[in-house]
């Protein structure tokens, strides 16, 4: 499975991608900070699920989120982007 970690704190995303990494099943094929690096990654990439924090500079999860799911690709529908947050409220 490829996947795609963004996380705009650098902690997260670093432990993100060394935990997935140690499934061999599973390769983290990129990572980003912010929702523009996601779209980016997500059209290079073309990953299996996306892994997205939802707040962050410059472009949120959410709007990164709306964008890939309107990029000319078939596939776009049925991608996983799987919302993350440390903010609990």
Same mark, same amino acid.
């Given at each position: 499975m490829r996947v795609i970690v963004v996380d705009d704190d650098q902690l997260v995303?670093? &432990?993100?991608?060394?935990?997935? $990494?140690?499934?061999? #099943?599973? #390769?983290?094929? $990129? &990572? $980003?900070?912010? $929702?523009?690096?996601?779209?980016?990654?997500? *059209?290079?990439?073309? @990953?299996?699920?996306?892994?997205?924090?939802? *707040?962050? @500079?410059?472009?949120?999860?959410?709007?990164a989120t709306r964008e890939i799911r309107t990029l000319p690709n078939n596939r776009k529908a049925i991608v996983p982007i799987v919302a993350m947050t440390a903010n609990a409220f």
């Open positions: 995303e670093m &432990s993100l991608t060394t935990i997935l $990494g140690s499934d061999e #099943e599973i #390769e983290v094929v $990129g &990572s $980003g900070h912010d $929702g523009s690096e996601a779209v980016a990654l997500y *059209q290079k990439e073309k @990953p299996d699920v996306v892994l997205m924090d939802i *707040q962050m @500079p410059r472009m949120d999860g959410y709007t």
